[in-house]
């Protein structure tokens, strides 16, 4: 039998148990910047992995995220939902389940292409609406769209939902470059302030997409040589 002394406290115990812990406001903001710091320093190293790795799948992202966002958005849309069904079909057998783990591993290592490319189209979006345009190239668009990023992390349900919009519109991006191979889709330099009337950059045919963002600038130069 348990004693009395014990009984009485019971109630206490299971209460302070099921109490979350509660934080002090330092505690609270220095959570809250350590996440955003961590954030945005990981945004920018993949960013800079990515368009050093591949720089002509990190220029053509770009623009297509900026001339297509609604485009791009419902690929990643679909893209998901497609790919969670094909993982719960797979699951459900034997052999689907070799296959599951490893092509979760592949998703989750080319799903950093695809927040690469939200995260530097973010920041040129944000540029281009305070009027720096593209003046210092694609690195200052990935430090002020990783900090963007990084930022609406801080803001309950909206923040959340804005990145899952972009996050779904890069990976919309990433799913039409891995089905068909390459981007072949050309929209000249948007940076420059929209498609240019050739829809494409002085005549030069996509074949995977812009080259190096500094190269958009050249060929716009030698077009209207």
Same mark, same amino acid.
């Given at each position: 039998?348990?004693?009395?002394?014990?009984?009485?406290?019971?109630? %206490?115990?299971?209460?302070?148990?099921?109490?979350?812990?509660? /934080?002090? !406001?330092?505690?609270?903001?220095?959570?809250?910047?350590?996440?955003?710091? $961590?954030?945005?320093?990981?945004?920018?190293?993949?960013?800079?992995?990515? *368009?050093?790795?591949?720089?002509?799948?990190?220029?053509?992202?770009?623009?297509?995220?900026?001339?297509?966002?609604?485009?791009?958005?419902?690929?990643?849309?679909?893209?998901?939902?497609?790919?969670?069904?094909?993982?719960?079909?797979?699951?459900?057998?034997?052999?689907?389940?070799?296959?599951?783990?490893?092509?979760?591993?592949?998703?989750?290592?080319?799903?950093?292409?695809?927040?690469?490319? *939200?995260?530097?189209?973010?920041?040129?979006?944000?540029? *281009?609406?305070? @009027?720096?345009?593209?003046?210092?190239? %694609?690195?200052?668009?990935?430090?002020? @769209?990783?900090?963007? /990023?990084?930022?609406?992390?801080?803001?309950?349900?909206?923040?959340?939902?804005?990145?899952?919009?972009?996050?779904?519109? !890069?990976?919309?991006?990433?799913?039409?470059?891995?089905?068909?191979? %390459?981007?072949?889709?050309?929209?000249?330099?948007?940076?420059?302030?929209?498609?240019?009337? +050739?829809? @494409? %950059?002085?005549?030069?045919?996509?074949?995977?997409?812009? $080259? $190096? +963002?500094?190269?958009? *600038?050249?060929?716009?130069?030698?077009?209207?040589?």
């Amino acid at each position: 039998m348990v004693p009395t002394q014990v009984a009485a406290l019971l109630p %206490r115990v299971v209460a302070a148990i099921d109490l979350p812990p509660q /934080w002090t !406001g330092v505690e609270l903001a220095g959570s809250a910047a350590v996440s955003f710091v $961590a954030t945005a320093v990981g945004v920018t190293l993949v960013g800079v992995i990515v *368009s050093a790795v591949a720089p002509d799948f990190t220029d053509s992202g770009v623009e297509y995220l900026r001339a297509d966002p609604g485009e791009a958005f419902v690929y990643g849309v679909v893209a998901y939902v497609a790919i969670a069904v094909a993982m719960f079909l797979l699951a459900i057998t034997v052999i689907g389940l070799i296959v599951v783990v490893p092509a979760i591993l592949v998703l989750a290592v080319l799903s950093f292409g695809g927040t690469a490319v *939200s995260a530097i189209a973010l920041g040129t979006w944000i540029r *281009s609406m305070l @009027g720096t345009g593209a003046a210092n190239g %694609r690195g200052a668009d990935l430090v002020v @769209g990783a900090v963007a /990023w990084a930022g609406l992390g801080l803001v309950p349900v909206l923040g959340g939902l804005v990145r899952f919009v972009g996050g779904a519109m !890069g990976f919309g991006y990433l799913a039409l470059w891995v089905a068909n191979g %390459r981007f072949d889709r050309d929209y000249g330099s948007v940076d420059a302030g929209g498609r240019d009337g +050739h829809g @494409g %950059r002085g005549g030069t045919g996509g074949t995977g997409g812009a $080259a $190096a +963002h500094g190269s958009l *600038s050249e060929d716009g130069d030698d077009a209207g040589s």
